[in-house]
């Protein structure tokens, strides 16, 4: 049902359309001595250095950087951290004063217990409005080059104002941000995080992104088998640790530490010219090439972050499918033949071949991406939760 979802937008064919490259049948199941055999070469194989294993499945052109551990987060030098400041731009990512209706914090769709997403297919609003996009994690954030499903923001700070300003998200302004100018706590907060009193919204937003940079992960299994632990995956993670990087063409799109190339792909999941419409990309740069491309979403702590794509419409299982089918390849209607706008799939899309099994190990060890659960305890807001700290 999910995959064809992703169908529905596929119009007649046309002779000038994009091509749908024919589906290979899947390959052969394998036999389960050989199976074995050849997880336990592959085994010795990644476990070795990374400079060690099989050359990819990538295409040309394809600027891929290899899996690995993630770096330390960069932060900016006209916003240096401070444990003062990450402090404060926790109370303010969980309180729902910034928010115009004051019952709207940042935690409303980022939630720590939900993957640092909130699970929905897309989120609730300002006023209950529903959004358009799911609410992608902010785990791993810190190492983006641009945010938001179609890029519009540059760094961390211009994405948390962003969202405070936008009317359908958190609806505030300066003259919601002045309401904590009234909480003595918050005051005394700003002043030692910035080092000199004043509360804005474009401090508060500095500080959210400061916060926002420390949640890192890199505490899967994925990365304690990097770290020398031969045992940490499973043997299907093993064998899909092989496919993703080579017969399922993966790395393509999803390399890296934080496995994304953070770049703009079109997946076929535009609904161009049909109901549910979104062009992506295209609303930032105006650029015809841009129209259905989003970001490339990190792979990391997958599983606790469905469900997925832009639309929020899919589960893994789906998703997996999906790719294996070589996703949706969308044909013009009659009256968008000579459409400039049309989108066109991005070519490193194609149909795999994959059987049951290989789809089986490719789950196994996105699973090995998943961090273990860490509960966050929810700060205490002054004003707020703590009575004594101001009115």
């Known amino acids: 049902m999910l995959a064809t979802l992703a169908l529905v937008a596929i119009g007649p064919g046309r002779s000038h359309a994009q091509e749908r ?26 476990a070795g250095p990374p400079a060690d294993w099989p050359a990819p499945h990538v295409d040309e052109g394809v600027e ?3 899996l690995g551990f993630l770096p330390e987060p960069p932060h900016p030098p006209e916003n240096p951290y401070s444990e003062a400041k ?9 309180d729902p004063r910034l928010s115009g209706s ?6 409303s ?3 720590p217990d939900l993957g640092w997403a909130d699970g929905r297919t897309t989120s609730f609003g300002h ?5 358009k996009r799911n609410a992608p994690t902010v785990q791993n954030t810190a190492f983006f080059p641009a945010l938001f499903w179609d890029g519009r923001a540059g760094s961390l700070e ?3 104002e962003a969202v405070l300003r936008n009317p359908q998200e958190m609806h505030s302004d300066e003259a919601i941000i002045a309401r904590l100018v009234e909480i003595p706590a918050y005051q005394g907060a700003f002043a030692e995080a910035f080092e000199s009193e004043g509360i804005t919204l474009e401090r508060a937003s500095q500080a959210i992104a400061t916060y926002e940079r420390t949640l890192v992960g890199g505490r899967s299994r994925f990365d304690a088998f990097l770290k020398g632990n031969r045992e940490a995956l499973s043997d299907a993670a093993i064998s899909g ?22 770049r703009f792909h079109d997946l076929g999941l535009s609904y161009y010219g049909r109901l549910f419409e979104d062009l992506g990309r295209y609303r930032v740069t105006e650029a015809p090439e841009d129209v259905g491309r989003f970001r490339t979403p990190s792979l990391r702590n997958i599983a606790s972050t469905a469900p997925y794509m832009h639309n929020g419409l899919f589960e893994l299982d789906g998703v997996l499918r999906m790719y294996d089918a070589g996703m949706a390849t969308l044909r013009p209607r009659e009256d968008q033949q000579d459409d400039p706008l049309f989108p066109t799939k991005s070519p490193l899309l194609r149909p795999l071949g994959l059987n049951a099994q290989d789809r089986d190990d490719l789950r196994a060890f996105l699973e090995s991406l998943t961090e273990p659960k860490t509960r966050v305890r929810p700060p205490t807001l002054p004003g707020l939760h703590d009575r004594s700290a101001g009115p």
């Open 21 to 46: 490259p024919d589906r290979p049948p899947p390959r052969p199941m394998e036999d389960p001595d050989a199976r074995r055999a050849r997880i336990a070469m592959l085994r010795d194989i990644y």
């Open 64 to 66: 891929w950087v290899e």
């Open 86 to 94: 990450a402090e404060l731009g926790k109370m303010l990512f969980f």
């Open 102 to 107: 004051g019952q709207i914090a940042c935690a």
């Open 109 to 111: 769709c980022h939630d």
């Open 127 to 131: 006023d209950r409005e529903l959004l």
């Open 158 to 160: 211009e994405q948390a």
């Open 241 to 262: 640790l092989d496919l993703f990087r080579r017969e399922a063409r993966c790395l393509n799109c999803h390399h890296g530490p934080n496995l994304s190339d953070g």
